[in-house]
């Protein structure tokens, strides 16, 4: 989620993480998304989105497709990540 002043806030449902594996999965996942959010131009594109999702600045409709695209391409690679970065850190452990 994006919070004021550069900010990140990252929200877990701590009752559906029922092991470490389960909280080591859904921490690297969310921070995947952190890194992904503080790419540049990211913050800024997500902002127009909202904007345009609550209707104060509409965008073109190539712009919305092409965000759609570029959410699925950030959710394949933390979905990626997740499980090769935990396993890492679970051998060298």
């Known amino acids: ?3 004021p002043k550069e900010g990140v806030l990252v929200l877990l449902n701590a009752r559906k993480l029922r092991s470490s594996r389960d ?3 859904t921490l690297v996942h969310a921070f995947v998304h952190v890194d992904q959010l503080n790419r540049k131009g990211s913050r800024a594109l997500r902002i127009r989105h909202l904007q345009h999702e609550f209707h104060v600045q509409a965008l073109h409709p190539s712009q919305v ?3 759609a695209r570029l959410l699925k391409e950030e ?3 933390a979905q990626h990540l997740e499980g090769r970065l935990v396993d890492q850190m679970q051998r060298a452990a």
């Open 75 to 77: 959710e394949a690679e």
């Open 23 to 25: 909280v080591a999965l």
């Open 1 to 3: 989620m994006i919070a």
């Open 65 to 67: 497709r092409e965000f």
